[in-house]
């Protein structure tokens, strides 16, 4: 995603979303793509603010697909989220609150960018298989994993 602004280009509205660990360090490392627009980061744990201080930064829970009502209550804050920022651009890493932002930024008419986990080595990981009709941008971060009709290979972020 060669997303730098110009000064001929309006900077974009980007929500970055991860999950912890992994994703979220994943997602950090696609920062200088994002130098010149106007980002909002996502995640579920307070102590990442700090990671991009001085950036807007809002907190959502994590849940699995076993947690039906924390499902429910990262959906509304992440719609709350989504509907206030108003990203042209939606971008995750994984996994749930990614799945969750794609889904959101799909309605309300952002470009969607997934990249699945560098962790999912042998297969795609289940939310990336979820997410593969919604999201514009379908990436995997291993070769072989790259398929027609499936996600595409960019290389890694790690």
Do not use: C
Request: charged share 20%; proline share 4%.
């Amino acid at each position: 995603m060669n997303s730098r602004a110009s000064p001929q280009t309006e900077p974009k509205r980007i929500l970055a979303i991860a999950s912890g660990g992994g994703h979220w360090v994943q997602l950090l490392r696609l920062r200088p793509a994002f130098e010149g627009h106007r980002v909002t980061y996502v995640t579920v744990n307070e102590g990442y603010r700090t990671d991009v201080a001085g950036e807007r930064f809002h907190l959502i829970n994590d849940a699995t697909r076993w947690d039906k009502f924390g499902l429910l209550k990262m959906g509304l804050r992440l719609a709350w989220i989504m509907a206030r920022t108003r990203p042209h651009v939606v971008i995750s890493t994984g996994a749930a609150p990614g799945y969750f932002a794609i889904r959101l930024g799909r309605i309300l008419g952002a470009r969607t960018v997934w990249i699945d986990s560098i962790a999912n080595v042998e297969r795609l990981s289940m939310t990336g298989t979820l997410v593969r009709e919604h999201a514009d941008l379908w990436l995997t971060q291993w070769a072989h994993l790259a398929e027609e009709g499936g996600p595409r290979y960019a290389g890694s972020v790690l």
